[in-house]
């Protein structure tokens, strides 16, 4: 009768034990949980980190020449020069 108890009791310690470390908070599974949202948080601050330095590239750029300013408005704004011609070529529709 001793030995079923001693058994059982440890049965418990033991579920209760697992229980701690697979599911309460600060066990294995909330803790992949945490690493999985670390790692995507670092993914996205590595992107954004790109971001940033293409966009203090693209003003260091337009605050250094007159090219990049000419070229931006160009590309972007359709400006054209004093004199220059603007040509807009259509395909015709089918």
């Keep these: 009768m001793r030995r079923r108890l001693a ?19 600060g066990g294995l599974l909330d803790n ?10 670092e993914d996205e601050n590595a992107e954004l980190q790109r971001r940033n330095s293409r966009l203090e ?15 931006h408005a160009r590309t972007e704004l359709g400006m054209i020069r004093k004199g220059e011609t603007f040509y807009l070529v259509v395909e015709p529709s089918r």
Excluded: F, M, N, P
Excluded at 16 to 25: F, I, K, P, T, V
Excluded at 57 to 71: S, T
């Design 32 to 41: 992949r949980r945490l690493e999985q949202s670390v790692q995507r948080q």
């Design 7 to 25: 058994t059982a009791v440890l049965l418990l310690l033991l579920a209760g034990l697992q229980y701690r470390l697979w599911l309460a908070d």
């Design 57 to 71: 590239a693209e003003v260091a750029d337009l605050r250094q020449g007159g090219a990049a300013i000419e070229a």
